[in-house]
């Protein structure tokens, strides 16, 4: 087993609470890790984040949780930095459940909720170094591989990425050395999973409006404004990719779309055009491979979410039919306290 040497990496650490941002530098202190740069504004870690190429990235996101979740997407994304694969740990006062699950849904390494002791932040930070998760690719995630075995039901495959920190820290020569070209070949292969899942999250909306008016399914609102996001999203990476062909098609992906107006009543054709330009976006930009190998997969989603539509609208209409029979007892019985006074004068 390699020594570990935390005075070797680089740590950014950003809090807003000059308190808290001084506790979790201590523990940082503790542990190992000597290069230390604090930020206490969002700005300033933005900036640091553009300029800096830390082995380390640690973030309070209780105060500042919409920010610093969508900056942590932006980094997944190359949007921001020069390394989309730094290793991120989010601390948060926040026992919330519904904060804790955004927070690991952005795409950071872990989450450790306040207060902890050094000893239990190492401990996480050993596993970041040791153990660190392969990354997964969706249309809307990238980040660490947290399903279990039982839940790989996608086909979507796990990306071994570049791990700066381990390298660092273990003094890893040889993978410090060729640590651009590291990065270049994981960024190739998460730009080429991130655009098939774009394309099939376009065909999979294309479908379940296509099959709206089927015997027995729910019918199925056509988000336009998504297809669009995603469809520019799209051509972004193509054209960052340097795919002309690929670019070229979803620029008429993209007008495809706009002929869609607001989404009602859209013409079979206009949507299966929708279908192909997305499919041959792909197509062009993965040198013919096409996301047929996927079917299975766009065929389970479908159904699983036509379930999930069904089940939907078959919960709502029993809470209305519910509400609709307890307000005809609610008429009923004011109805019997009214008559009760006219009865009892004809009994007497």
Not at 119 to 141: H, P, Q, W
Request: hydrophobic share 40%; proline share 3%; with cysteine.
């Amino acid at each position: 087993m390699a020594d570990i040497d935390y005075a070797r990496a680089t740590v950014l650490l950003f809090d807003p609470v000059h308190v808290n941002q001084r506790t979790t530098r201590y523990a940082l202190f503790e542990i190992g890790f000597r290069q230390i740069e604090c930020v206490a504004s969002l700005a300033d870690f933005k900036t640091a984040l553009a300029d800096s190429a830390p082995t380390l990235i640690v973030a309070e996101s209780s105060a500042t949780d919409t920010d610093i979740f969508n900056l942590v997407r932006s980094v997944r994304r190359g949007d921001v930095g020069g390394n989309p694969f730094v290793v991120m740990l989010l601390t948060t006062w926040s026992r919330d459940t519904s904060h804790i699950r955004k927070a690991i849904e952005c795409g950071a390494d872990d989450v450790i909720v306040r207060p902890f002791s050094t000893m239990f932040a190492e401990e996480r930070v050993k596993t970041l170094i040791k153990g660190r998760k392969d990354f997964i690719v969706t249309s809307d995630y990238i980040g660490p591989d947290r399903r279990k075995d039982t839940e790989r039901s996608t086909d979507a495959p796990p990306i071994a990425v570049p791990n700066f920190l381990k390298a660092t820290v273990e003094n890893d020569e040889q993978a410090l050395n060729n640590g651009q070209q590291w990065v270049k070949e994981a960024r190739e292969a998460v730009t080429g999973e991130r655009v098939r899942r774009v394309a099939m999250r376009i065909v999979i909306s294309v479908e379940l409006e296509a099959s709206k008016k089927s015997e027995g399914k729910v019918p199925v609102a056509l988000d336009v404004k998504d297809l669009q996001r995603a469809a520019r999203e799209l051509r972004a990476h193509v054209i960052r990719a340097k795919r002309r062909e690929a670019a070229e098609v979803a620029e008429a992906l993209i007008d495809q779309i706009s002929t869609l107006g607001d989404g009602r009543n859209a013409e079979a054709g206009s949507l299966k055009l929708v279908k192909e330009l997305a499919m041959g976006a792909y197509a062009a930009f993965a040198n013919g491979d096409t996301i047929e190998r996927s079917k299975d997969e766009i065929g389970r989603t479908v159904s699983n979410l036509r379930k999930r539509l069904q089940a939907r609208a078959e919960a709502a209409k029993r809470k209305a039919e519910l509400a609709a029979s307890e307000a005809a007892a609610d008429t009923a019985d004011g109805a019997g306290q009214d008559e009760a006074p006219d009865i009892k004068r004809a009994a007497m």
